[in-house]
T-cell receptor
């Protein structure tokens, strides 16, 4: 069964450093997402990406965050200058978005980001 | 008011029990509804979509009441492996972004 893959599974970084979280969505899916989940809290939407541009972003997704789909397969989330409060699980998801298909999002296993 | 509200639990039930979870959502424009399951420190996994007519998948039954903005999940004959957090999830716009509830924790004991 096709799956969304994320790397690394765990990233440890120092406050102020840049991190890039990587995702390979399911091939032929058209919509891509990043969500985050702070330990003990609910899953929160960060950003959606369609047709090579951001289609929607949340208040959390400020200027420190950016997304890119550099090569047609990878989908990356960059945090420019990490803060302690960025420590969380980051989930990538993709959705087919094709006419007539079920609008179900499939999630990757997540990257646990620890900012020290 | 929270966009998606769930009883956090935990629900602690014996194997074989029937357990029901409820959820309410605030935005009447919500379009699609789901129950996801999340195991500790794992990704959310789709359990089932929820339709207005109600739908069943084995031991799991989901109901949607659009007028009351209420969603439910019924689990019959609980198994130990059902122990997890159950997430009520809605989406409401053309980007298909998902809005999650905080989840209801289920513990099934032997």
């Amino acid at each position: 069964e096709p799956e969304v893959t994320q790397t690394p599974s765990h990233q440890v970084t120092q406050m102020g450093q840049e991190v890039i979280l990587r995702c390979v969505p399911i091939s032929n899916h058209l919509y891509f997402y990043w969500y985050r989940q702070i330990l003990g809290q609910k899953v929160e939407f960060l950003v959606s990406f369609y047709n090579n541009e951001i289609s929607e972003k949340s208040e959390i997704f400020d200027d420190q965050f950016s997304v890119e789909r550099p090569d047609g397969s990878n989908f990356t989330l960059k945090i420019r200058s990490t803060k302690l409060e960025d420590s969380a699980m980051y989930f990538c998801a993709s959705l087919t978005g094709r006419t007539g298909a079920k609008n179900i999002q499939y999630f990757g296993a997540g990257t646990r980001l620890s900012v020290l | 008011r929270k966009e998606v509200e769930q009883d956090p639990g935990p629900f602690n039930v014996p194997e074989g029990a029937t357990v029901a979870f409820n959820c309410t959502y605030s935005n009447s424009a919500s379009q699609s509804f789901f129950w996801y399951r999340q195991d500790c420190r794992k990704e959310p996994k789709l359990l089932m979509s929820v339709y207005s007519s109600g739908n069943e998948d084995g031991r799991f039954t989901a109901q949607l009441n659009r007028a009351s903005q209420y969603i439910s999940l019924l689990i019959r004959d609980s198994k130990l492996s059902d122990s997890a957090t159950y997430l009520c999830v809605v989406n409401m716009d053309s980007s298909y972004k998902l809005i999650f509830g905080s989840g209801t924790r289920l513990l099934v004991r032997p």
